[in-house]
């Protein structure tokens, strides 16, 4: 009877120690997934900046180059 609780136990942990593996290898492949993800995300980061940066400095020329609307009200009529 003895032997039997010991083959059943070590049978059990035999298999836990299985899907604790395949978990293993799981968490694995989902943070190098996680790693591209985080590369991806960072260069489009990068993008995103140097195209803004374009933008910003051709906007801040027409800005200078156009006048800028008053928000006063016409002389003479207060």
């Known amino acids: 009877m003895v032997w039997i609780i010991v083959g059943l136990t070590t049978a059990g942990l035999l298999v836990l120690g ?10 694995v492949v989902l943070a190098k ?29 027409a800005l200078v180059a156009t006048r800028a609307p008053s928000i006063q009200a016409p002389n003479g009529s207060a």
Do not use: I
């Not at 299985?18 to 968490?27: C, K, M, N, P, T």
């Open 33 to 61: 997934a996680l790693a591209r993800s985080a590369e991806r995300l960072a260069q489009a980061g990068a993008d995103v900046e140097r195209a803004a940066d374009g933008v910003a400095r051709s906007g801040g020329a």
């Open 18 to 27: 299985g899907l604790a593996v395949l978990a293993y290898r799981e968490v």
